[in-house]
């Protein structure tokens, strides 16, 4: 019935170009997994979409294990990691990982015979999460390259475009050639065709939104190739703090017009619509947005895409992101703790010697609804930590909770920023008898989604220069 | 006497294109102030320069002061900052402000109304030392600018062709109109014309080398302007730890014909020659450089330009930085610190987190002459301290003692490095009874220039790629 509901949503997936400029800012507890309100038609027609049609979920798809969703073309089996082009990866890379915690794990460049690009990994030791940041040379020769994909002229054309932002969305899968071959029959726009990197490793890129690509790495189990081949380890990372991040929990896109984009992911992932949220839901008094979350069968790759909403008040902060990014981009990584009042009191204490600073908390009377929404579940001192350190709490509707909160922009423009969220529940056992946490656990809290995206709003405003120097 | 032989020796400025392939690499103890080897004629000939024609430096100079000299043709008070353009500046400030333990003190774009280019600047709490991180927006407004000289095309393609690099030297001027006036008439190129900022502020810029400008500031003794007018103060930069930089102690650049560009800037500016190596002096066994420091009268303002010497074994570390930077640009920053050995603890603590590493240290050995040679200037204690970090030392012949180490490659590529250094010894007191430090005190120790350069090379050894692999 879900499936087939999502599948339809996605088939006539439909926000109004202009919404009445009628906001409700209040906070809403329940999770959202259906659309609430009838949907209009989109000013851009649906995309048609396979989802239905597919024969590959069922062959390849390990999503049956969660036993949540069997649409998937092909299997995702989690984030790989994501990669940043640079035009200095050295400085980006240091800058996250003392922000984040996220110790340098592997490096490709000059000293493994690379002599395209300079690349360093992050990886951290809590988990899975990782981050490439890579850099063109000055002149190198493209087949040294340890990404193949890399492109100098590419790379340097795009952060010229957009300063710090994220290339490549990298998920891991059983066979990247028959995951680029699945997709691209299902109407993906080829970026980069498969290629061997050696030692059982391959990659292939489609195009996902922008000059984003989702890449695909299949890789052996069990390997002693640190992150893929031509990368080197660095022998000092044992000795950096790791402050607890330990995956991606979600990426979020922010794009012109959401539908042909959703679609378009849909169809040739066979992702089925996790959550939805339209500007009546969660727009502020000022401005909106729509937001529609894609996941894949065990919903633990979790792919939003966001439209502005045009008319209201103020400028909505995704067309902030469109103009100051320079076109549709990642605007943020959601990176999961098993313990985030802990990671972000370490990454509070970076925050002002060049880590990142987290928004603002909201006020206090926020948290006593938080107390009566999940008291249940959070302990009086938890709470208080979310207080101090301004997480937004929320409950699904089978007492899953979430952390999660906002960094102010990551890098010198109004767009990227990141996300760091605990999901805490919905534990469940495997056919093994494993004990798992089933994906996006407390949903995409709704209420938080106003809260969080009201915080950037307020943010937004103390970069407005007329309403500074007026102050 | 000196001023003519400097004057002399630059008026024939001159290094042979090729040296004879037999360096000396042992350590030479005694500071050099002049050419020790008879001077062969260059490749290229000489520049035609003004010395001893000014009419200007004893009008507008201030290194009388110091006694030392005076040649120059307008005054320079002392450095004023170093900017960096970047694709992201925001990332690049953090990291150094975190690596070197230097406060973000200031910054200008959206938040203070400039929509032209997103700036960081770090400025000591010890001294005067400041570092300005610069990149474009995606759409800007150039009068908005705070550095009114920003040109958004010309940022992208820098960064596009060097990675992590130094656009701006500047130097605090009296007056900064007079000082591009006068550098212009003395032959310099000009490269933005002299702009008020408002609140008696003035800046302007001539060509120094490659695509880097030195750029002249001029603004009121007592003024509550944060760094230029424009810039807001962070307000929380005083939490933030210093680690006890204190000011940039000389600046080099890495040119691919000495003569020339040694003869520009000393031309416009009235510099005179402070010292200078041959490649006999300072060449490892391998690979050799031809090194000449200028300086203003006062000596405080010290500019060191580097050529490679061809035809050795190694290809000179000066050809590899010109071939992975894209031409001539600045290859060190030397920041002072009073207590170089407490700043570096500090520095080397965040090296595996995101901060700069620290070359190693030479063999044991070195010690032992350190202590033959410099033992009745520093204790025991230091002299193992240095030893412990890889900190070079080296005596002048008037007792002054210097302490020097290089950092790896700062960013990507094996082009900017970063030098800690501390003078000690050289105390004069000035007409009014204060003691200060002379310039350049302790030289540029001739056995620390063969120490480093060496160093450098076993760095970009071990960046080889097939020695790597081979290993």
Same mark, same amino acid.
């Given at each position: 019935?879900?499936?087939?509901?999502?599948?339809?949503?996605?088939?006539?997936?439909?926000?109004?170009?202009?919404?009445?400029?009628?906001?409700?800012?209040?906070?809403?507890?329940?999770?959202?997994?259906?659309?609430?309100?009838?949907?209009?038609?989109?000013?851009?027609?649906?995309?048609?979409?396979?989802?239905?049609?597919? #024969?590959?979920?069922?062959?390849?798809?390990?999503?049956?294990?969660?036993?949540?969703?069997?649409?998937?073309?092909?299997?995702?089996?989690?984030?790989?990691?994501?990669?940043?082009?640079?035009?200095?990866?050295?400085?980006?890379?240091?800058?996250?990982?003392?922000?984040?915690?996220?110790?340098?794990?592997?490096?490709?460049?000059?000293?493994?015979?690379?002599?395209?690009?300079?690349?360093?990994?992050?990886?951290?030791?809590?988990?899975?999460?990782?981050?490439?940041?890579?850099?063109?040379?000055?002149?190198?020769?493209?087949?040294?390259?340890?990404?193949?994909?890399?492109?100098?002229?590419?790379?340097?054309?795009?952060?010229?475009?957009?300063?710090?932002?994220?290339?490549?969305?990298?998920?891991?899968?059983?066979?990247?050639?028959?995951?680029?071959?699945?997709?691209?029959?299902?109407?993906?726009?080829?970026?980069?065709?498969?290629?061997?990197?050696?030692?059982?490793?391959?990659?292939?890129?489609?195009?996902?939104?922008?000059?984003?690509?989702?890449?695909?790495?299949?890789?052996?189990?069990?390997?002693?190739?640190?992150?893929?081949?031509?990368?080197?380890?660095?022998?000092?990372?044992?000795?950096?703090?790791?402050?607890?991040?330990?995956?991606?929990?979600?990426?979020?896109?922010?794009?012109?017009?959401?539908?042909?984009?959703?679609?378009?992911?849909?169809?040739? #992932?066979?992702?089925?619509?996790?959550?939805?949220?339209?500007?009546?839901?969660?727009?502020?008094?000022?401005?909106?947005?729509?937001?529609?979350?894609?996941?894949?069968?065990?919903?633990?790759?979790?792919?939003?895409?966001?439209?502005?909403?045009?008319?209201?008040?103020?400028?909505?902060?995704?067309?902030?992101?469109?103009?100051?990014?320079?076109?549709?981009?990642?605007?943020?990584?959601?990176?999961?703790?098993?313990?985030?009042?802990?990671?972000?009191?370490?990454?509070?204490?970076?925050?002002?010697?060049?880590?990142?600073?987290?928004?603002?908390?909201?006020?206090?009377?926020?948290?006593?609804?938080?107390?009566?929404?999940?008291?249940?579940?959070?302990?009086?001192?938890?709470?208080?930590?979310?207080?101090?350190?301004?997480?937004?709490?929320?409950?699904?509707?089978?007492? $899953?909770?979430?952390?999660?909160?906002?960094?102010?922009?990551?890098?010198?423009?109004?767009?990227?920023?990141?996300?760091?969220?605990?999901?805490?529940?919905?534990?469940?056992?495997?056919?093994?008898?494993?004990?798992?946490?089933?994906?996006?656990?407390? $949903?995409?809290?709704?209420?938080?989604?106003?809260?969080?995206?009201?915080?950037?709003?307020?943010?937004?405003?103390?970069?407005?220069?007329?309403?500074?120097?007026?102050?």
């Amino acid at each position: 019935m879900m499936n087939a509901h999502a599948n339809l949503a996605l088939a006539a997936l439909a926000f109004p170009a202009h919404m009445p400029n009628s906001k409700s800012s209040h906070i809403r507890s329940r999770r959202t997994r259906r659309p609430l309100l009838p949907l209009t038609m989109a000013a851009h027609p649906p995309i048609r979409t396979n989802i239905g049609m597919s #024969t590959h979920g069922s062959a390849s798809g390990g999503g049956e294990q969660a036993g949540i969703s069997s649409t998937d073309r092909f299997r995702m089996i989690d984030f790989h990691h994501v990669e940043f082009w640079c035009a200095d990866a050295a400085s980006a890379a240091a800058r996250f990982s003392f922000g984040l915690g996220v110790p340098l794990a592997a490096e490709s460049g000059l000293s493994t015979g690379n002599t395209a690009h300079a690349s360093h990994l992050l990886h951290s030791r809590s988990g899975s999460l990782a981050l490439l940041f890579s850099a063109p040379y000055a002149q190198g020769d493209a087949v040294t390259a340890s990404v193949p994909s890399f492109d100098a002229d590419a790379a340097r054309r795009f952060t010229a475009d957009h300063g710090l932002a994220v290339r490549a969305m990298a998920v891991r899968v059983p066979d990247a050639g028959e995951a680029f071959r699945t997709s691209v029959d299902a109407g993906a726009r080829p970026s980069f065709a498969p290629a061997e990197l050696g030692h059982g490793f391959e990659l292939a890129e489609v195009q996902l939104y922008g000059d984003v690509v989702l890449r695909f790495v299949s890789h052996p189990d069990d390997t002693a190739i640190p992150f893929l081949p031509g990368f080197g380890s660095v022998p000092s990372s044992g000795a950096t703090p790791d402050y607890g991040l330990t995956r991606f929990d979600h990426i979020v896109g922010d794009v012109p017009h959401l539908a042909p984009v959703a679609a378009y992911i849909a169809g040739f #992932t066979g992702f089925h619509e996790f959550s939805r949220f339209t500007a009546d839901q969660v727009g502020t008094a000022e401005s909106s947005l729509n937001v529609v979350v894609l996941a894949n069968n065990s919903e633990n790759v979790l792919l939003t895409v966001v439209e502005p909403v045009h008319g209201t008040k103020r400028r909505s902060q995704v067309q902030t992101y469109l103009d100051h990014h320079g076109g549709p981009g990642v605007q943020h990584l959601a990176m999961a703790s098993n313990d985030v009042l802990g990671t972000l009191r370490k990454i509070r204490g970076r925050s002002t010697m060049g880590g990142f600073e987290l928004l603002p908390p909201p006020p206090a009377s926020y948290y006593d609804d938080v107390r009566r929404r999940a008291g249940d579940v959070l302990s009086e001192a938890q709470i208080k930590g979310c207080q101090e350190l301004g997480v937004r709490v929320d409950k699904d509707d089978h007492g $899953g909770v979430v952390l999660q909160i906002f960094t102010k922009a990551a890098g010198d423009r109004p767009t990227l920023l990141l996300e760091f969220i605990q999901r805490i529940g919905c534990m469940d056992k495997d056919e093994n008898g494993q004990e798992y946490q089933r994906g996006g656990c407390g $949903g995409f809290g709704q209420g938080n989604v106003t809260e969080l995206f009201k915080s950037i709003e307020d943010y937004e405003k103390s970069l407005d220069a007329s309403a500074r120097l007026a102050a």
